[in-house]
Nanobody
């Protein structure tokens, strides 16, 4: 699945960005979509997950209340809305897809695990700085 992320950039602390994830020529309805981030020198961690069909979402405690996942079926896209951004949110953000997958199995407060997703985008840089 040729996933492509977009929407990253430079934003001041307290600002907002919306990342998009899409796959040209493919609908994402039957895929769970996970959002992950990797800061320099750190491991990739999951921050949010939308189950197949968008029926359930899972948000990591580190971003809960600030980040949200949504889908637009008509645009064949999944979004990560990021509000009240902090410098520690600076990272490369990736979306990943897995066919017919339920995100609700992760421990409360934890985001998705990268080993559960088979298709990945190339990532988009988000930098939060004044």
């Amino acid at each position: 699945l040729p996933l492509v992320e977009s929407g990253g950039g430079l934003v001041q602390p307290g600002g907002s960005l919306r990342l998009s994830c899409a796959a040209a020529g493919f609908a994402l309805d039957n895929y769970a979509i996970g959002w992950f981030r990797q800061a320099p020198g750190k491991e990739r961690v999951g921050v949010a997950c939308s189950s197949t069909g968008g029926t359930k979402t899972n948000i990591a405690d580190s971003v809960k209340g600030r980040f949200a996942v949504s889908r637009d079926r008509a645009k064949r896209s999944v979004y990560l809305q990021m509000n009240s951004l902090k410098p520690e949110d600076t990272a490369v953000y990736y979306c990943a897809a897995e066919w017919d997958y339920d995100c609700s199995g992760y421990p409360v407060g934890e985001g998705p695990s990268s080993v559960d997703f088979g298709s990945w985008g190339q990532g988009t840089q988000v930098t939060v700085s004044s």
